[in-house]
Nanobody, 117 residues
Framework: QVRFVESGGGLVQTGGSLKLSCVAS????????MQWARQAPGKGPEWLCG????????YCAGSLEGRFRISRDNSKNEVYLQMDNLKPDDTALYYC??????????WGPGTQVTVSS
């Protein structure tokens, strides 16, 4: 049974930072690249960042202007998203996904990030 559990969200002021974590189970974690995405209220899902199975190749949406960074720890089946210089437009539900199913398939509850102005 595939299950992802995201954590690390919360309320932060504009300009602040958060580090999100996602623990994956039910898949062979080291077989798949991983992704982070988000969904803001009233909007469709938005892809943010991805990385390959070893974490050597990482890429994020250009719209993020280098503020986010993705990483992983294969010994823990975890993937992370470091977010800096947060803005109110970053307010959303954040979730991780695997390349096995694509970034729009959400297997966990997500973690809420709220950025106050």
């Amino acid at each position: 049974q595939v299950r992802f559990v995201e954590s690390g969200g919360g309320l932060v002021q504009t300009g602040g930072s958060l580090k999100l974590s996602c623990v994956a189970s039910g898949i062979t974690f080291t077989n798949y690249g991983m992704q982070w995405a988000r969904q803001a209220p009233g909007k469709g899902p938005e892809w943010l960042c991805g990385l390959d199975i070893y974490g050597g190749n990482r890429y994020c949406a250009g719209s993020l202007e280098g503020r986010f960074r993705i990483s992983r720890d294969n010994s823990k089946n975890e993937v992370y998203l470091q977010m800096d210089n947060l803005k109110p437009d970053d307010t959303a539900l954040y979730y991780c996904a695997s390349d096995r199913d694509g970034w729009q398939v959400r297997w966990g509850p997500g973690t809420q990030v709220t950025v106050s102005s």
